[in-house]
């Protein structure tokens, strides 16, 4: 049986003959006798055509089937605006607007909530190139009610990977401008053929959709009082235990954390479209060589190790990566940004384009593409950004193409830096390695050996022991060598180098010994990053069996917030510091040394002693003399919970004191290998 089908606009119009073989993608008729609910819910934001289809057949009586497919409201449609970029409530519609200097067409698609559920376009709108587009910008102001409706672009051009174009009109994409995007089906999943549609399109903002902060204003807590908290926004609340109404979502982290600040982790080094092979998805089918790095012959750059790398200084890259920072801060009131892999973003832009595509210098080109910039175009521009201005900004000072700039990131003065250094050395000093005592103590003071000569302060040094790259805090005394087996990725990915130390025993199962060796580690670290001049710390969920580690973290914070000492306007000097070794005023910064200890002068706490013993052996230490007072233990990770730290609500805690005195009486301290401890400066007939 051959199948022909018409469509019309209306009952009256004449017919259009569309194929005469197949028929429609939209079009599932349902066998006769039976139901179907396709269409049996139209939404209130859509009109509907008649559809016809013709059966005909050999000697067989002809068979009419009439189905409806949904349209969108009846809208008008203009020429637009070439600015601002994306989709743009206002005026009673919708203006879109779309950068794409080398396509020779552009295509709008509109996508209904019914179409979107059987994957089809509703609608497309072929853009002019005479009155739909400004300079390399497609625009077009569609006047009409889109609720509910999402959209993308299809664009035409030349396909020739080899000269960076990949242009193909039969792709839909997203629109970079795209202020929020729909996902369906499993992360990481692709439409056929590495398409982006039907699993992904761009929601069309709303004219009424304003949202009443209700007087929310920007906290500008000083940096140098600032503990960060790294979360994965989703993961925190997901699980049923968070309790939440929203689980997984923005609204679930709001109930439970309305009070903080936030610090966005943006990543503009790369994208999801990976190198010549990966998907197009996006940036790559709008304009592929000017938003990525191209060699001569259209290989990607792979300065991210993600196959790809964001050409983040050329102009209309860095415009838009601006543009996305001020829409966080203005709309969501977003309080500061870390930026992943920041030193690409200081790296020069490809100056690819059709006169050096076979390697032929261009004209002026003075630079190769990536290298690294004193003065980077897209720092400059953050920096010295009006609306930007007062919101705190992090660069992750490295990247995947061996450019490492840990106190030397172009930095204007406003820039603090992921301090890969400090993990480093910590993670060693902690598990006993010889020869880091010197640089541990520079750590403590906040980094002055990286960040004093350039004029920044101790709290542009983010300080931070484990993060999302890497292992977790309980995997860094777990593990000596890497397990990720569990991701499916074959323990291929991931760092091999990491510092880790088992305590004795390789994995989870392990003796007593050793897991009270491993969460007295765990205590050393953070105590660490609490003594230390400004912090960052992650740890990945609170378990029942954790609630210990928990309440030491709780209270190590609250500690560190009340020490005026612990977070300086500078680093500090020595008339407020004064370091130790197994005796006052004798630091050992010798190879082999294991223990550093000091005193500092607090305004609020007195006097504070702390002291690190990372050796395999205990020690007895000799406290600096002071008349008239002596020395009371605060925090001992060697001890037991709740001992290992004596708040006020301790039980027996004038008990555990005192069992001290006998040694701090006399000016004396035993410590137990791999410990820590603070002590407080009191009057002798304090708790007497």
Excluded at 190 to 195: A, Q, R
């Amino acid at each position: 049986m051959e199948l022909t089908h018409y469509a019309s606009c209306s009952s009256h119009s004449p017919p259009k003959l569309l194929s005469p073989h197949k028929p429609p993608q939209w079009w599932n008729p349902t066998p006769r006798g039976k139901s179907s609910n396709n269409w049996s819910a139209k939404p209130s934001n859509m009109s509907f055509s008649k559809w016809v289809v013709a059966a005909v057949g050999s000697g067989a009586e002809a068979e009419t089937v009439v189905v409806e497919k949904p349209i969108l409201q009846p809208f008008r449609v203009f020429e637009g605006c070439p600015a601002p970029l994306g989709a743009t409530a206002r005026d009673g519609g919708v203006n879109f607007a779309v950068y794409s200097g080398n396509a020779v067409s552009a295509t709008l698609c509109l996508i209904s909530a019914s179409d979107l559920e059987e994957d089809r376009v509703t609608e497309q709108i072929s853009l002019d190139p005479l009155t739909n587009k400004t300079g390399d910008v497609w625009h077009v102001f569609l006047k009409g009610n889109f609720e509910n409706v999402v959209y993308g672009y299809k664009f035409d051009g030349k396909f020739s990977p080899e000269e960076g174009h990949y242009y193909d009109s039969s792709r839909m994409l997203l629109d970079p401008y795209a202020k929020a995007v729909i996902s369906r089906g499993e992360f990481g999943i692709l439409g056929p053929e590495g398409n982006c549609w039907p699993l992904m399109a761009g929601m069309i903002p709303s004219s009424d959709a304003e949202f009443d902060w209700e007087g929310d204003l920007p906290l500008k807590y000083p940096q140098k009082d600032l503990i960060i908290y790294e979360m994965h926004v989703r993961g925190f609340t997901r699980h049923e235990s968070s309790r939440t109404k929203f689980p997984g979502t923005y609204h679930g982290v709001v109930e439970k954390l309305d009070h903080l600040k936030v610090f966005m982790d943006v990543v503009f080094n790369h994208t999801a479209e990976g190198n010549e092979n990966g998907p197009i998805l996006s940036f790559r089918g709008v304009d592929n060589s000017v938003y990525y790095m191209l060699a001569p012959k259209g290989e990607f750059y792979n300065y991210s190790g993600c196959g790809n790398t964001f050409n983040c200084n050329h102009p209309i890259v860095r415009q838009f990566i601006l543009d996305c920072l001020r829409y966080w801060v203005t709309e969501m009131h977003v309080d500061g940004f870390r930026f992943d892999l920041a030193s690409i973003m200081t790296r020069g832009s490809s100056l690819w384009d059709a006169l050096n595509v076979y390697g032929d210098p261009a004209e002026g080109d003075s630079l190769t593409t990536g290298t690294p910039l004193g003065s980077p175009p897209l720092i400059d521009m953050i920096s010295n950004d009006p609306i930007l201005c007062g919101v705190k900004l992090i660069a992750e000072a490295w990247d995947a193409g061996g450019l490492y700039q840990v106190g030397m990131f172009p930095h204007w003065g406003l820039w603090s830096e992921w301090n890969g250094k400090y993990r480093d050395i910590v993670r060693q000093f902690i598990k006993g390695s010889d020869g880091f005592s010197g640089a541990f103590a520079e750590c403590l003071c906040g980094s002055p050996n990286l960040y004093q000569e350039g004029g920044r302060k101790p709290w542009n040094s983010i300080n931070f022991v484990c993060a999302h790259d890497g292992f977790t805090l309980a995997d860094l005394v777990t593990y000596n060598n890497k397990h990720n087996t569990a991701n499916g990725e074959d323990n291929k990915d991931g760092e091999n180098h990491n510092n880790s130390w088992n305590c004795g025993q390789e994995g989870e199962f392990a003796s007593i010994s050793v897991k009270k060796l491993r969460k007295r580690q765990m205590r050393n670290f953070f105590l660490c990053l609490m003594v230390s001049q400004i912090n960052y710390f992650r740890w990945d969920k609170k378990e029942e069996s954790s609630s210990d580690f928990f309440r030491f973290c709780c209270l190590m914070s609250k500690f560190r917030q009340e020490c005026e000492s612990l977070g300086l306007n500078d680093f500090p000097t020595a008339e407020r510091l004064q370091w130790h070794g197994h005796t006052p005023g004798r630091p050992d910064w010798s190879k082999t040394s294991r223990f550093v200890a000091f005193t500092m002068v607090d305004s609020v706490k007195g006097e504070i002693y702390v002291a690190f013993n990372s050796s395999h052996l205990p020690v007895t230490i000799t406290l600096p003399e002071r008349p008239g007072y002596r020395w009371q233990p605060l925090v001992d990770t060697s001890k037991p919970a709740p001992f290992d730290f004596l708040s006020n609500d301790v039980p027996e805690r004038d008990t555990a004191v005192k069992q001290y005195s006998q040694f701090t009486e006399a000016n004396l301290y035993p410590m137990l290998s791999y410990s820590s401890i603070i002590l407080l400066l009191c009057p002798f007939d304090e708790n007497a």
